[in-house]
């Protein structure tokens, strides 16, 4: 079976849409999410074959939440999208999966079908829609929290507790659901460790240790360590 993951801000829209998916065997709807933070959760544990992304959702768009998911496991998306017939016009013409809301059942049979003769992500396609993350998504305990890249001091992952996010200013933690190789590629955190990432910008200097390590200082008098392997790299700002 296909494993389809359902995400649209609006209930009834998630009802129908997946009321309309169960009639055909082939695919299994495994969630339904009201937003890119649950998604994102959701895509990290339960790995889904397709999306079925509504684009406009309030805080992140599915748009925006491209940029947030690994493109070396990237699902099938089908946008379903409100938009004039303009943007629609450029969805054809890119071969982007999409339905038009309200979503017909003669339409998603189509794509239903399609999906089952080729449910591959279409990743050239995807990354040409994605854009660099300006914020990043994250939680602590119950609430969930957009922080600015530009507030952002430091990330790093734990092998217990996943990726935790420092804020510049106040050193502030939170726990986000991305892995450091999506926030490595899609933002200006740089790597300077197998489990650690640096805003450039919140370094005050860099100290040279024994056997070519290195100790990153930042303007909040944190140290972060410089693994061997980075070290050339960081040493010419030193």
Known sequence: MISTLIIDDEPHARDDLEKKIRTDPAFNVIGKCANAFEAIREINSKCPDVLFLDIKMPKISGIEMLSMLDKN?????????????????AFEQNAIDFLLKPVKMDRLHVTLE?????????????ESLSTEM?????????????ISIRDVCRAFSSPTTGTHIITREDCQEFHASLALKVLEENTPLTRCHRQ????PE?????????????????????????????MREFGAIS
Do not use: W
Request: net charge negative; charged share 20%; aromatic share 10%.
């Open 73 to 89: 496991d990237m699902p099938r998306i089908v946008f379903v999208t409100a938009y004039s017939e303009h943007a629609i016009e």
């Open 196 to 199: 650690h990432l640096i805003n």
């Open 134 to 146: 300006q914020f990043i998504p994250c939680y602590r305990g119950s609430s969930d929290y957009l």
């Open 202 to 230: 919140a370094i005050k200097y860099i100290e040279k240790l024994d056997n070519g390590l290195g100790q990153i200082h930042t303007y909040t008098s944190e140290t972060i360590p410089v693994s061997r392997n980075y």
């Open 114 to 126: 399609r999906l089952k003769e080729n449910c591959q992500p279409q990743v050239s396609v995807i």
